[in-house]
């Protein structure tokens, strides 16, 4: 059974940092694309971030610049390491496996975790 698992949210005041994992079993994924994806209340799931199996890596406007991500094959794990975070980065992240044609369209990806809350306060 393929699964994702995110973990590392919790709350935290505007400007701090957090740091999202992403532990992969069932399967290795060092092949994949990986995404990080967001949902806040009342708004449709948004594309974060994205790492291909090469290690190329792709960013939403919205957080270039703030946030990186990165994989450890070898352990077969993702991360979103988010800095300088914003009220509006307040969300559910999620992360995703998939071929990724599209690194950013929510279809491209096959597998996904739970969702880790993140939630930025004034």
């Known amino acids: 059974q393929a699964q994702l698992v995110e973990s590392g949210g919790g709350l935290v005041q505007a400007g701090g940092s957090l740091r999202l994992s992403c532990a992969a079993s069932g399967r290795t994924f060092s092949r994949y694309a990986m995404g990080w994806f967001r949902q806040a209340p009342g708004k449709e799931r948004e594309f974060v971030g994205a790492i291909r199996s090469g290690g190329m890596t792709y960013y939403a406007g919205s957080v270039k610049g703030r946030f990186t991500i990165s994989r450890e094959n070898a352990k077969n794990m993702v991360y979103l390491q988010m800095n300088s975070l914003k009220p509006e980065d307040t969300a559910v992240y999620y992360c995703?496996?998939?071929?990724?044609?599209?690194?950013?369209?929510?279809?491209?990806?096959?597998?996904w975790g739970q969702g880790t809350q993140v939630t930025v306060s004034s």
């Open positions: 995703a496996a998939g071929s990724a044609v599209r690194v950013g369209a929510l279809d491209e990806y096959d597998y």
